[in-house]
């Protein structure tokens, strides 16, 4: 029975030292604070490295400039105003000749990067990313051997299976970084061999700089990886550009739809089109406004019900527009263009009047931010690639309504023949009030998603109607084939050239080669044929 006592009293000592080495003590919290700046930063490495509480208070606390030393002890001022002593955290009164510890920016630094080692230890698997995200861009930048314990006390076995595997990752390609000035070949090899699969942009630098390792078998492991960073950085901005073209072609699809229904079906000029974009932005604008005063916490949902109320109120102010206006000039382009501008000059002022000169914020709700992290440090932010899929939702909901239900029928048929179809029955100037409501509509969706990548102001629709009539014309008018089609060849073109030439001259060289075109081919890509010709 001794015997057993003196063994489980063994096995509680055992069990104990680990969390006794890990508590912070009275010499360790005075490391931190004085002393030659370089102990100072290995003292804060060393306390990141440990998953210890007063520790972490402590290095918050130094950070955040509320820590007090005098006489060899040290006190945290809590941020209620307590007073408590670092080791302990019990409260304690420092004398009035405490001071505070001085802190430089290598201090500071050391610092953010403890707190990034720190976040590690939590179970959110977004901090985790984010803290290895700010670590391993550090080691990119400049290696730090001092960092390694805490590197490699994240990578531990026992920690790691709680580790998110992508934090993991990045923590990996850090601590490789660091292995590169590592005096084992075997270590630089393996870090040779993680930067190349990394993807990161920084890490090819950091890869030239040791190309010249005396080890041979380093060196082919170097090179290796050079060559296999190279390729992904190039099939990554490859896809970049592509990514970004297509966003493009997104956008100005949405900003072309509405107008491929009232001009290349209805074949009226409408230049307050742009207004009725905005119009849709200022709808998103005043529903998330009552949202955060009525239902904040739903506010991360209330894009979904700005869609309905933007089509509602942009297809209202459509449908006054034909009723008041259109109606009495169909036939007469040149009449039904200055009334049209006209018409946005008003909706203009009327916005300033109602919201201010100035630009409105219309915030992302949380699932739209962010991005995906893709291979050679591309990413593709949320709101683009939402954009991208709501484009291609409204141009099937577009295609079916004018394909598949009575509206879209009688739009075609009073489209084709307009004295043919009233012998028939058909009321074309109630489909002509339809078809203009409905094409509006379609524009305030347009501004709703125009509202989550830049800013929502009166002028915001001057920026998209001369890209709209574009891509109408250049798809073929009545179109909506060639409406696709030129929208999405429009934006690649366009990003491809930016990548040549700049923003501005990719611009003209597009404008200059849509003239070309259309002398050489006035009715568009998809051409009208048949009866409809």
């Known amino acids: 029975m001794q015997g057993l006592c003196k063994r489980w009293w063994a096995l509680c000592v055992l069990l104990c030292v680990p969390a006794l080495a890990r508590a912070l003590s009275g010499a360790d919290a005075l490391a931190v604070v004085e002393g030659e700046v370089d102990e100072r930063v290995q003292a804060i490495t060393r306390l990141a490295a440990q998953p210890d509480a007063q520790a972490a208070a402590l290095l918050r606390a130094l950070q955040e400039e509320r820590v007090r030393v005098h006489d060899g002890k040290v006190w945290i001022e809590q941020p209620d105003g307590a007073i408590v002593r670092a ?25 953010s990067l403890a707190q990034a080692g720190l976040a590690l230890q939590s179970n959110d698997p977004d901090r985790q990313r984010n803290a290895a995200a700010t670590l391993r861009d550090a080691m990119l930048d400049d290696p730090d051997a001092q960092l390694v314990p805490l590197l490699q006390a994240a990578l531990a076995p026992q920690r790691d299976p709680a580790l998110n595997s992508r934090a993991a990752t990045m923590l990996q390609q850090a601590l490789a970084a660091v292995q590169l000035g590592a005096a084992d070949p075997a270590q630089r090899r393996w870090a040779a061999e993680v930067l190349g699969a990394s993807g990161q942009r920084r890490a090819l630098a950091l890869l030239q700089q040791h190309a010249d390792d005396a080890d041979a078998s380093v060196r082919h492991a170097l090179q ?8 992904t950085l190039a099939l990554a ?9 297509v966003s493009l072609g997104s956008v100005l699809l949405l900003a072309a739809l509405g107008l491929a229904v009232t001009y290349g079906l ?13 119009v849709g932005a200022y709808t998103t604008y005043v529903v998330q406004r009552l949202f955060a005063q009525w239902a904040p916490q739903w506010f991360d949902w209330y894009l979904v019900a700005a ?10 102010v459509g449908a006054a527009i034909e009723r008041g206006v259109i109606r009495h000039l169909y036939g007469r382009p040149l009449e039904t263009l200055l009334a049209t501008w ?15 000169a100035q630009n409105v914020t219309v915030e992302n709700p949380a699932w739209l931010s962010g991005a995906v992290e893709l291979w050679g440090g591309m990413a593709l932010p949320w709101n683009r690639l939402v954009i991208v899929g709501f484009a291609v939702a409204v141009l099937l909901g577009v295609g079916w309504v004018l394909q598949r239900t009575r509206l879209g029928l009688f739009v ?22 339809y078809a203009f409501a409905f094409g509006s509509g379609v524009a305030g969706l347009a501004g709703v998603a125009l509202s989550q990548i830049g800013n929502v102001g009166p002028d915001l629709g001057q920026a998209y109607i001369i890209d ?58 998809f051409a009208l044929k048949g009866r409809q010709a």
């Open 87 to 111: 080791e302990t955290g019990q409260p304690d009164t420092p004398p009035p000749e405490a001071e505070a510890p001085l802190l430089n920016n290598r201090l500071r630094a050391a610092l």
């Open 237 to 245: 901005e490859v896809s970049a550009n592509l990514f970004a073209g």
């Open 468 to 525: 709209s009539f574009m891509v109408v014309v250049v798809g073929g008018v009545g179109q909506l084939t060639g409406t696709v089609a030129a929208a999405f060849g429009l934006g690649l073109l366009n990003k491809w050239l930016e990548g040549w030439v700049g923003a501005v001259l990719a611009k003209i060289a597009v404008l200059v080669l849509i003239v070309i075109f259309i002398q050489k081919r006035p009715q568009g890509l």
């Open 224 to 231: 290796t990886a050079q060559q296999r960073l190279q390729r």
């Open 412 to 433: 075609r048929a009073v489209t084709q023949n307009r004295p043919m179809a009233a012998c028939m029955g058909v009321p074309t100037g109630r489909v002509d009030a």
């Open 266 to 278: 209805m074949g009226v000029i409408n230049m307050a089109h742009g207004e009725l974009i905005m």
């Open 342 to 356: 006209g018409l946005s000059l008003i909706l203009m002022q009327a916005v300033r009047s109602l919201f201010g």
């Open 307 to 316: 869609l309905p109320a933007a089509f509602g109120v942009a297809a209202l």
